[in-house]
């Protein structure tokens, strides 16, 4: 059985009464539905360096390495479900006018659970872009009989995520910085908060007013600084949150 996880008074109020409110999400969220990690002790990047598989200059190396890595990556993924926590904070965003989700995250669960409003900073794993005309799709083919998949225009099809030394997409960033901007309440949960710029979302809130709450396993660089740091896995502290929110 769970524990029961106290929610102060102050975050159960603000909550209840903003109508902007801002989620950044990192790799603890996945990780309780058993999305593998990139720091942790299992992490995928614990079997192969970084340099030799994410970034755009492997990519031009070795393609099929690459290519292969992503396939069994996906694979894995597919398998997955969304957890409760995925869930419940799509629960939230009903419950909020101004709401904005934005993730580290590439699997694309949040939106499996129902997430509309969601700004994937490191793009999704799922998604497929041409090197050479930048249009993306959803499903591309690679076995060993059809080869690398190219678009119509003949450029190589990449997976749509954001490979070290490679810049967020400007859209999604700047989107993701107007609804911290404009947030009453800003969560940032499961994230180590050391990855940049997306580590700096939640001080850029509470410069601009926002209660900021902290909800993650281990405390970390923000835990000191946040209004309030709740302990714990985000999938049982978030449907919780949102049970204690639906009470009269």
């Known amino acids: ?8 008074a102050e975050l159960i109020s603000r909550l209840r009464n903003a109508r902007s409110v801002t989620v950044l999400t990192g790799a603890g969220v996945s990780a309780e539905s058993g999305v593998p990690t990139f720091r942790g002790p299992d992490g ?4 192969f360096r970084p340099e030799e598989l994410a970034t755009f200059e492997a990519f031009q190396r070795n393609p099929t390495l690459v290519w292969e890595w992503y396939q069994y990556r996906r694979s894995i993924i597919r398998d997955i479900q969304p957890n409760p926590g995925h869930f419940a904070l799509a629960e939230l965003e009903a419950m909020v006018p101004d709401f904005a989700l934005i993730t580290q995250n590439v699997d694309g669960l949040h939106r499996r659970a129902g997430s509309r409003n969601v700004f994937e900073l490191h793009g999704n794993i799922m998604r497929n872009r041409c090197t050479q005309c930048g249009v993306t799709v959803a499903d591309v083919e690679v076995t060993q009989e059809s080869g690398l998949p190219r678009c119509e225009c003949g450029g190589l099809f990449r997976p749509d995520v954001v490979w070290f030394g490679e810049m967020l997409p400007q859209a999604v960033w700047e989107q993701a910085v107007a ?6 309440v800003f969560l940032t949960i499961g994230t180590s908060a050391v990855v940049y710029p997306a580590a700096s979302l939640p001080m850029e809130a509470k410069a601009h007013g926002a209660y900021v709450v902290e909800i993650n396993f281990e405390p970390t660089p923000l835990s000191a600084v946040v209004h309030e740091a709740i302990r714990g896995k985000s999938g049982e502290i978030l449907p919780q949150l949102i049970t ?5």
């Open 44 to 47: 995928l990047w614990k079997k």
């Open 1 to 8: 059985m769970n524990a029961e996880t106290v929610f102060s």
């Open 244 to 248: 204690r929110l639906k009470e009269g």
């Open 179 to 184: 609804a911290t901007s404009r947030a009453e």
